[in-house]
């Protein structure tokens, strides 16, 4: 089955620096990359998604890359808040099954 | 309108008892999703359900797990003999459809305490 792995675990950065969590999944029939952020105590809610014929995607501070032949996608946020401090997963979807494999997550603390 | 919510938000029992947890998806969505997280760790998959085929359990951990779904409404996440490492928050998500890669909303979870 599909498998994916998310690096960092942890990323400490300084207020407007950027940041770069980086993905790699297993199964490549996978065409749907979706990232999610999490808070304290709540849900995870969607930030951002990118389909695989699509190779980038930007929201405002937040983009997306995703590179099929190597089967890895990474998130990079730019100019960083305090507010983007948070857990991000990175998550994979399609191929064999209709589940979304997530990975571990990324702790981000934005120091102000 | 509202999005998915979920009950209790906290849960407390005793090992050995049965739990049910409940989860009311976005109206209209057709799948629903169950996934545990333990503390400090990425989400687990438990099982889906959409519209009205036959559920996918394959990740369930034990016989001791157990969801149902009645149509495209409240769904119900049931542990029977809960164990100690039971202990995690549960959540729920729904989509619009399975296929294709459609957004997953989440509820705010229900955490679950086994003594």
């Known amino acids: 089955g599909e498998n994916v792995e998310q690096h960092p675990s942890t990323l400490s950065v300084q207020e407007g620096d950027s940041a770069v969590i980086k993905c790699t999944y297993s199964d490549s029939a996978s065409n749907y990359f979706p990232w999610y952020k999490q808070e304290l105590g709540k849900g995870p809610q969607l930030i951002i998604d990118?389909?695989?014929?699509?190779g980038e995607k930007k929201d405002q501070r937040i983009a997306v890359t995703l590179n099929k032949t190597a089967k890895h996608f990474s998130l990079h946020i730019t100019e960083t808040q305090p507010e983007d401090s948070a857990v991000y997963f990175c998550a994979a979807f399609g191929g064999s099954s209709y589940k979304l494999i997530f990975g571990s997550g990324t702790r981000l603390l934005v120091r102000p | 309108g509202a999005g998915v919510s979920q009950s209790p938000s906290n849960k407390v029992t005793e090992k050995g008892k049965d739990v049910e947890l409940r989860c009311d998806p976005i109206?209209?969505?057709?799948?629903l999703y169950w996934y545990r997280q333990r503390l400090g760790q990425g989400l687990e998959f438990l099982i889906y359900?959409?519209?009205?085929?036959?559920?996918?359990k394959s990740g369930l951990p034990s016989d001791r797990f157990s969801a149902e779904r009645t149509g495209e409404s409240v769904s119900t996440l049931t542990i029977q003999r809960t164990q100690q490492e039971d202990s995690a928050v549960y959540l729920c998500?729904?989509?619009?459809?399975?296929?294709?890669?459609?957004?997953?909303?989440f509820g705010p979870g229900t955490r679950l305490t086994v003594l």
């Open positions: 359900f959409q519209g009205n085929s036959a559920p996918d």
């Open positions: 998500a729904s989509s619009l459809r399975l296929a294709g890669g459609s957004e997953q909303f």
């Open positions: 990118i389909r695989s014929n699509v």
């Open positions: 109206s209209g969505h057709t799948a």
